[in-house]
């Protein structure tokens, strides 16, 4: 009995080594680098070496794979003949299985051999999922050692692999995230609650930076507030105090003769030096930007022009509109922007799960509140904001009460600013109104 403890005693033994091999290899691939980093900038020696092994994966792996196949050539060859010889003896004492006793005692031994084997890899393989980060920078340091041990065997393995590769042709490519990666991580954080929901928001936003066109987020030409040189000083004066904007659009009698742009700032020190308002030498250089781009080509225009207003234009190089840096903010951080006085949030959410919207609200903003993946139609080139949407689903100029069904929702046009659709109720078809 003694001798058949120590055989046992043995394979557990080896089984454990295994499974610290698991263990690591699991732990340091799937350890976050930024939680490895922050350990290790508060001191910790064990985080830095872990670092180490995550800038050598091949040489890592290799020692991984190196030590595991070890074991496990050294469990089957240990174990196969003693333990099931011995066992064979016993079952011979049986008559009925006396005959078959070799085969059923090597049966036996690979059957309860193979079980601790696999619940060696299985449970290691759990508990380094649930804490990756803790347990790659106390495996670290043996992995460090045993990588320096079969360094021979990893120059070997890495050449021949390398070389493989070269025969087939197959070139080392560095692994990139995408931008649809990027919202399935923030998504698994959301699901997760790891971040706060304001900044999830934030984060959302940003990342549909992307998605969204400036023609969505601009002030379009009806309600631009221009400063008409036609008009008197008086009357343009009056324009500047009564709309609290930046950036004003100077014209002569329409926007076709647009003559650029002035701030608000340098008319105001013209006016306390008592000069004349004298819009046109006042005028700045304007920058213009189609408004099928996106809000990150945007942003990078007015880092390169150091700006914060650009004048939209349409497929015809026609002026469709004002757009500024305010307004990517608003898009950002949302109804936390300061509103102008008087204005309507662009989205309310009320108690039953409704909403009321404007109707230049990006459809990929909606689609997010309502949770829906596709809408019918869902094409780019059929539809950017929720106005547009509303208008290719009725096929025709829509009207105040005008309603439809779709996603399981009831998209309703509650107000019309003349033939443009200025608010919209979205509500789910169970609720009774």
Known sequence: ????????????????????????????????????KKYADDGSLGANKALRLKDQPEAFLSTVQIGITLLSIIIGFYSGSELSGDLADKLKQYPIISTYAGVIANLLVVVVITYLTVLGEIIPKRIAMLYPEKLATY???????????????????????????????????????????IKMFV????????????EMDMIKRLIHLSDI???????????????????????????????????????????????????????????????????????????????VATLTKLLELFKEHQSRVAMVLDEYGEIEGIVTLNDILKTFVGDLVTQDRGQTPSIIKKKDGSLNVNGNVPIEEIMELLQLSSLPGDKEEDYRTISSFILKQLNRMPEIGDSFEAGGYIYKVTKMDKFRIDRVSIRPIHINK
């Open 1 to 36: 009995m003694l001798s058949h403890f120590k055989e046992w005693f043995i394979i557990i033994f080896i089984i454990g080594i295994n499974s610290l091999f698991v263990l690591a290899e699991i732990a340091i691939i799937t350890s976050r680098r930024t939680k490895l």
């Open 139 to 181: 495996v670290s340091y043996l992995m460090l050692l045993f990588m320096k041990v079969f360094y021979p065997f990893i120059f070997l393995l890495s050449g021949s692999t390398k070389f493989a590769l070269k025969l087939l042709k197959i070139k080392d490519k560095t692994s990139e995230i995408t931008h649809e990666e």
């Open 187 to 198: 998504t698994q954080a959301e699901n997760e609650g790891t971040v706060d929901k304001t």
């Open 213 to 291: 066109k400036v023609g969505t987020i601009m002030t379009p030409r009806k309600k631009m507030i221009c400063l008409d040189l036609n008009d008197s000083e008086e009357i343009n004066l009056e324009k500047l105090s009564k709309h609290p904007f930046n950036y004003f659009p100077v014209i002569n009698g329409c926007l076709e003769n647009f003559i650029g742009l002035v701030s608000v700032k340098d008319l105001f020190n013209t006016q306390i030096t008592g000069s004349m308002l004298d819009l046109k030498s006042r005028s700045i250089d304007v920058l213009y930007i189609p408004e």
